[in-house]
């Protein structure tokens, strides 16, 4: 599914424009985007948890040339599927 196909489905949902369903859309994402580079996580209960997790610096291999390299830490975003979600998703 695509944003587009999201958008056409939650405007129908919801009867709303399509405009208008994309515009509460993008909003969700921006607000997910900007809490979770505060370091904050969003919990949407029955549906999962957005939060920010910490990768060590570790080594890697570069596949074309088989050298060593060494990646840096790095924040990166996690998501953990809530029971609600889970639950759907086995029927």
């Known amino acids: 599914m695509t944003k ?3 958008v056409g489905r939650i405007s129908k949902q919801a009867e709303l424009t399509k405009a208008a369903a ?3 859309l993008n909003a969700f994402i921006d607000t997910v985007k900007k809490t979770l580079k ?3 996580s969003v919990s949407l ?3 999962g948890t957005f939060s920010v997790a910490r ?3 570790r080594k ?3 596949p074309q040339s088989g050298k060593t390299i060494k990646i840096p830490a790095a924040r990166v975003p996690k998501f953990k599927a809530g029971q609600g979600l889970k639950d ?3 029927r």
Do not use: I, P, S, T
Request: no cysteine; aromatic share 4%.
């Open 38 to 40: 505060k370091g904050e």
């Open 60 to 62: 890697g291999r570069n």
């Open 55 to 57: 990768r060590k610096a």
């Open 4 to 6: 587009a196909d999201l």
């Open 88 to 90: 759907a998703v086995k």
């Open 22 to 24: 994309e515009k509460a």
């Open 45 to 47: 209960v029955g549906f």
